[in-house]
Each structure stands twice: as structure tokens, then as C-alpha cells.
């Protein structure tokens, strides 16, 4: 059973700094890109930040470039998102994601098949 379960979000005020973790479970970041998207109620899904199996540069969407950092701990088959110095726009339902055979930049462009319930992040000012 595939699952992917996402922690780490909640209300934060602007410039805070919060991680969000993802517990991959019935898949092998070894055999797996994965990223993280975020949703805005009437607004387009943003791939926001994207890691593909083999460990390349991951991608970041301008939104966030500077701010976010991704990373994997392949040994807990977790991927994190370190947010830092947030704003008011970056609230979101954040959602992580998970597909075989991407690179970063495609995960992040495209509609993974597998998906996590999402973390409502909001951002106070």
C-alpha cells in the first residue's frame, strides 16, 4: 500500500521558518522523484520544489527560489521542504507528491501519480 504522509504545517507568522516532512511509505525514493505542490482555493496547483531519484539539482519554482530547500533522508524514505522566511502569499494547502521516472524540473511540471493528503500552511502578517 503506497502511501505518502505529509507533517509540519499550520499557522506561522511572516518570516518564520517552518519544515515540512514527508513519509514515503510502499515506495523507494531510491526508484522515485519527489516534490512537493502547493493549492490555492481558485488558483493553479505550483509545483514548488521537485527531487528526482537519482538525487539531481533539485528544482525550485521562482516563488520560492532563495527561501525553500529540499532534501531527502533516503534512509527514513522521508523528503523534507525547509521554508524560510515566509510570506503571507506562500499560504497554501501543501501537498507531496511522487512519480518513477522523472527528472526534477518534469515532477514539478507535471501531475505525479501518487499523492499525499496535504498540510494547510498559513502565513499570518
Known amino acids: 500500500d503506497v502511501q505518502l504522509q505529509a507533517s509540519g504545517g499550520g499557522l506561522v507568522q511572516a518570516g518564520g521558518s517552518p519544515r515540512l516532512s514527508c513519509k514515503a511509505s510502499?515506495?523507494?525514493?531510491?526508484?522515485?522523484?519527489i516534490g512537493w505542490f502547493r493549492q490555492v482555493p481558485g488558483k493553479e496547483r505550483e509545483g514548488v520544489s521537485c527531487?528526482?531519484?537519482?538525487?539531481?539539482?533539485?528544482y525550485y519554482a521562482d516563488s520560492v527560489k532563495g527561501r525553500f530547500t529540499i532534501s531527502r533522508d533516503t534512509s527514513k524514505n522521508t523528503v523534507y521542504l525547509q521554508m524560510n522566511n515566509l510570506r503571507p502569499e506562500d499560504t497554501a494547502i501543501y501537498y507531496c507528491?511522487?512519480?518513477?521516472?522523472?527528472?526534477?524540473?518534469?515532477?514539478?511540471?507535471?501531475?505525479?501519480?501518487?499523492w499525499g493528503a496535504g498540510t494547510q500552511v498559513t502565513v499570518s502578517s
Open positions: 507528491a511522487a512519480d518513477l521516472g522523472h527528472s526534477s524540473y518534469a515532477l514539478c511540471h507535471s501531475r505525479p501519480s501518487t
Open positions: 510502499g515506495l523507494s525514493l531510491d526508484d522515485f522523484a
Open positions: 527531487v528526482s531519484s537519482a538525487d539531481e539539482e533539485p
